[in-house]
């Protein structure tokens, strides 16, 4: 009897750490794929006075997020996409909004965007892979980095 006993702590205990190894991998939220991808910001935010063509955006698959400065290299934002709410997708765009937990070390958001330590930021991506983010209604305008293809041979 103690045997047994023995036996079913262990495989409980087995089965408790698996589950709480499966677990680990599934925290980061499921992005839209039109939201996946390198993107170049437009000359300026909607505001028509904030400068921001410097902006490179990057988004992954397991839910990064960064904005930063190309042009000096200087950290933007980043952090982690916690959520992920798709308001609208038809055939032309996808709208909604993400929820980010940004890295308190290189928090230095655009200047028209004012932006605390966790927010919430808007998108709509369009058909043809251009990104809009906007916060307290200023828009940032991207464009898709597009990476020529080279033939080395």
Same mark, same amino acid.
């Given at each position: 009897?103690?045997?047994?006993?023995?036996?079913?702590?262990?495989?409980?205990?087995?089965?408790?750490?698996?589950?709480?190894?499966?677990?680990? &991998?599934?925290?980061?939220?499921?992005?839209?794929?039109?939201?996946?991808?390198?993107?170049?910001?437009?000359?300026?935010?909607? +505001?028509?006075?904030?400068?921001?063509?410097?902006?490179?955006?990057?988004?992954?698959?397991?839910?990064?997020?960064?904005?930063?400065?190309?042009?000096? &290299?200087?950290?933007?934002?980043? &952090?982690?996409?916690?959520?992920?709410?798709?308001?609208?997708?038809?055939?032309?765009?996808?709208?909604?909004?993400?929820?980010?937990?940004?890295?308190?070390?290189?928090? +230095?958001?655009?200047?028209?965007?004012?932006?605390?330590?966790? +927010?919430?930021?808007?998108?709509?991506?369009?058909?043809? &892979?251009?990104?809009?983010?906007?916060?307290?209604?200023?828009?940032? +305008?991207?464009?898709?980095?597009?990476?020529?293809?080279?033939?080395?041979?």
């Amino acid at each position: 009897m103690r045997r047994l006993s023995r036996v079913l702590m262990a495989l409980t205990a087995i089965t408790l750490l698996a589950l709480a190894m499966c677990s680990c &991998g599934t925290s980061s939220p499921s992005l839209p794929a039109q939201l996946i991808g390198d993107w170049n910001c437009q000359e300026t935010a909607s +505001d028509g006075v904030t400068d921001t063509s410097f902006y490179h955006l990057t988004i992954t698959e397991d839910g990064y997020f960064s904005i930063f400065d190309q042009a000096a &290299g200087n950290p933007g934002i980043m &952090g982690d996409i916690k959520s992920v709410e798709v308001a609208e997708e038809n055939n032309r765009y996808i709208a909604g909004s993400l929820t980010i937990d940004f890295n308190t070390e290189d928090f +230095d958001p655009p200047f028209c965007w004012n932006m605390e330590e966790k +927010d919430t930021l808007e998108f709509k991506v369009s058909s043809e &892979g251009h990104v809009q983010l906007s916060h307290n209604d200023i828009i940032l +305008d991207f464009d898709p980095d597009i990476v020529p293809d080279m033939d080395l041979e």
